[in-house]
């Protein structure tokens, strides 16, 4: 490793805000949470603040992580009384930080969640007349201006993590800026816009939001000194697991390591080989505790990696990019960054999309190494050469331009924005993905080319379901087989992180657990069973433990059902039950996944057959050990190989009835 200079605090943007000014005008109660609030470096700028918002359509505020911007910015403004009557409304682009922010928030107003301080992401509403301050995903506020265009509810938008740049969050930005301007010309009242960031584009989205001003805030950034790697990693996993060991031997404990990986099964793998390396070495180095950090993770053990360490201890932290922006873990004093990420991406040319392990950009490189500066000064051990870092691009690519857009356009459609092309975005998709999204859309039924592209009836219901277009039509397609109670399980099994934990150290007790649920017939029957089994014992906390499914998230599951039943309902769908007859579940899959076919060639392999692209079985599913002769797959995941997830097992007539001049046409050009 080779040393490069100690990163502190970025110099500041525009206006700094510094001043000691400043008290509710609504008073604050005395208390700790009080005397906390106080001390956040975003306090003594409180007046400052709420002056520029005051004077300003759009600001655009930049805040170091630990500045307290996401927390108290919303609160200070309802104090001062910024937001007049309306509401106002806080997006993030993850719905874990939706809803642990406004339990903080109502926590520090001493309100009950759901009246002054509420949040709604999907599947799950925790708000009511008298909330003022909302925390939602930007795919929520994004669904209620497809019933509101101008937001009349909201006096405030304030737009979080803009830097994350999600596919509904760009979409976002155009809309919002169109309501603010609609309202202006309405005579309605005004709407202000805030957009709040650790790091962005500071200039790009000042221009976009019409020259907004940009403030910037101090945050609690020490020194962190930064190591890169003298030559190429060819195993960044070895090479994380090597660092890990370097450190712990050279630096005293109760300095704990944080650990950048890109998914579940590194992570795992990563987990059990420290903690084996530390029983053979144990007596020789102090001891070390490991967390395992990713979404699908159980709750119980998600909260070990933020609980104190014990003394003479040292905590090793192997996490997915969750720990980046989105949660704050004490204690960490070295960060090992892989310079890794696991992404999702699309070829309009292929119509295949892709979870594709990627290089992270700067921007994401130094969201990592601010992890080891938040409570003093810290080290980063980045894992690729300083070269490597140099061709790096300077910022994420927004989700928007390497994205299916096929819910995009669907959504943007029910908006009543039909000039696609020409939409205010900030970074323009490519012209071939809105062309493919829209042929896409054209397959399932929910668009029709007249004058312009518009919603067909089908269409309209599919844009009332927050899921992706071949989910919903897979739902509305349940009404001809009669499976409705079936596939609203299996899709919202589907809607949410796994079910199934896998942890490395009991792998073959987890698989035999497993045995009893497996179908011949492919994951989602699979899916199925494990959720009438779930239901069949009331989801008893000690059969998820046993049978190693994760609780919260079959408990997530059992909402997002239920949401969807309501939506079902609401659109007349009979809610039909085909019992054991599992063909026509398949059939039904079949009616919305038929772009995600796939067919078993002489050699052994699997082709898709959109576009012919050689793909394999996960090892991770039922049909792992088969070669059923047509398969359709939820999703793919490039890593050594191109591997298809949740697969199910189907006849290939069944393609021909979802989209017959479709796979006519593909016929003819194989």
Known sequence: MKMKEELKSPPAKRKRLSDHEGTSPRGLPCSSIQEERRSLPIFPARRRIIQEIQMSRSVVIIGETGSGKTTQIPQYLWEAGVNRSGMIAVTQPRRVAAITVAQRVAEEKKAELGKLVGYSVRFDDMTSPQTKIKYMTDGMLLREAIMDPTLKRYNIVILDEAHERTIHTDILFGVVKSSQRNRIKAGLPPLKIIVMSATMDVDQFSRYFNKAPVLYLEGRQFPVQVFYSSEEQSDYVFSALVTV????????????????????????????????????????????????????????????????????????????????????????????????????LFSPSSGLDLLKVVRVSKAQALQRTGRAGREAS?????????????????????????????????????????????????????????????????????????????????????????????????????????????????????????????????????????????????????????????????????????????????????????????????????????????????????????????????????????????????????????????????????????????????????????????????????
């Open 245 to 344: 060991f370097q450190i712990h031997k050279e630096e005293p404990p109760e300095q704990d390591i944080l650990v950048f990986l890109t998914g579940q099964e590194e992570i795992e793998s990563m987990v059990k080989s420290i903690r084996d390396i530390a029983r053979d070495m144990e007596g020789r180095i102090p001891p070390l505790v490991v967390c395992p950090l990713y979404a699908a993770l159980p709750s119980q053990i998600q909260l070990r990696a933020f609980q104190a360490t014990p003394k003479g201890v040292r905590k090793v932290i192997v996490s997915t990019n969750i720990a980046e922006t989105s949660v704050t873990i004490h204690g960490i004093k070295f960060v090992i960054d892989t310079g890794m990420v696991k992404a999702k």
């Open 378 to 670: 810290g080290a980063c051990y980045r894992l690729y050469t300083e070269d490597e870092f140099d061709r790096f691009s300077p910022n994420t690519v927004p989700e928007i331009q390497r994205c299916n857009l096929a819910g995009v356009v669907l959504q943007m459609l029910a908006l009543g924005i039909q000039d696609i092309p020409n939409f205010d975005f900030m970074d323009k998709p490519s012209m071939e993905s809105i062309i493919k999204a829209t042929e896409q859309l054209h397959l399932l039924g929910a668009v029709e080319k007249k004058e312009q592209i518009q919603l067909t009836p089908l269409g309209k219901k599919m844009a009332a379901f927050p899921l992706e277009p071949r989910l919903s039509r897979v739902i509305l397609s349940a009404k001809d087989y009669g499976c409705l109670e079936e596939i609203l399980s299996i899709v919202s099994l589907l809607s949410v992180e796994s079910v199934l934990f896998n942890p490395h150290s009991k792998k073959e007790e987890a698989l035999a657990a497993r045995r009893k649920f497996i179908s011949s017939e492919g994951d989602h029957i699979t899916l199925l069973n494990i959720f009438k089994a779930y239901r069949g014992v009331n989801g008893n906390k000690q059969w998820c433990h046993d049978n190693f499914i994760n609780m919260r998230n079959m408990k997530t599951a059992m909402s997002v059902r239920k949401q969807l039943r309501e939506i079902s309902v609401r659109l007349e769908l009979p809610l039909q039950s085909c019992g054991l007859d599992t063909t026509s579940i398949r059939k039904c899959l079949s009616m919305g996944l038929f772009l995600n076919s796939a067919e078993l060639q002489k050699e052994g392999e699997y082709c898709t057959l959109t576009n012919r692209k050689t793909v394999a079985i996960h090892p991770s599913s039922a049909l792992f050990r088969c070669k059923p002769a047509y398969v359709i797959f939820s999703e793919l995941l490039q890593t050594s190989k191109c591997y298809m997830r949740d697969l199910c097992v189907i006849d290939p007539d069944w393609l021909h009835e979802a989209a017959p001049m479709y796979f006519k046409r593909k016929k003819m050009k194989t």
